[in-house]
């Protein structure tokens, strides 16, 4: 008889709710990172970049001036690229992606691209194999 024994990459879901928590109180203490100046040109994005001016007082990090991300500023190693019911998302555009997917760690993200038939399709497939999708 052979002993089945979880992968290595398996949390138990009762520890990974713990880190998610934990994650979720480190974001909500994070700093929202702007882009310098971004508030002055709407042709500037709100993505962050790093400034590289020479006089740069947001560089130098002055007071009052915006926080710099760094490596404090990360979640746990065990949740990164989770989402917040603690599933990795993976994008799905054939029944064979789908086939590939564990229900236990993955939840499925339909492609965009899909017309109706094989989005119908697919989302029959993955009901009966107990896959969750986001975007149903």
């Not at 020479?54 to 190693?77: D, F, N, Q, T």
């Not at 339909?110 to 194999?129: D, F, I, Q, T, V």
Request: charged share 40%; net charge positive.
């Amino acid at each position: 008889m052979i002993k089945r024994t979880a992968s290595p990459r398996a949390k138990p879901r009762r520890e990974l709710a713990s880190k998610l928590k934990v994650r979720k109180a480190l974001k909500a203490r994070k700093p929202g990172f702007v882009r310098q100046e971004g508030y002055r040109h709407v042709k500037l994005k709100k993505v962050w970049r790093r400034p590289k001016g020479r006089h740069s007082k947001l560089r130098l990090r002055e007071k009052a001036r915006g926080g710099l991300p760094g490596a404090g500023h990360g979640s746990p190693r065990e949740v990164r690229g989770l989402n917040r019911l603690g599933f990795r998302e993976v994008r799905v555009s054939t029944a064979r992606e789908l086939g590939a997917l564990n229900p236990k760690e993955e939840m499925a993200v339909l492609a965009g691209s899909l017309g109706r038939m094989k989005r119908e399709e697919l989302l029959k497939l993955a009901c009966e194999r107990g896959i969750r999708v986001t975007n149903a």
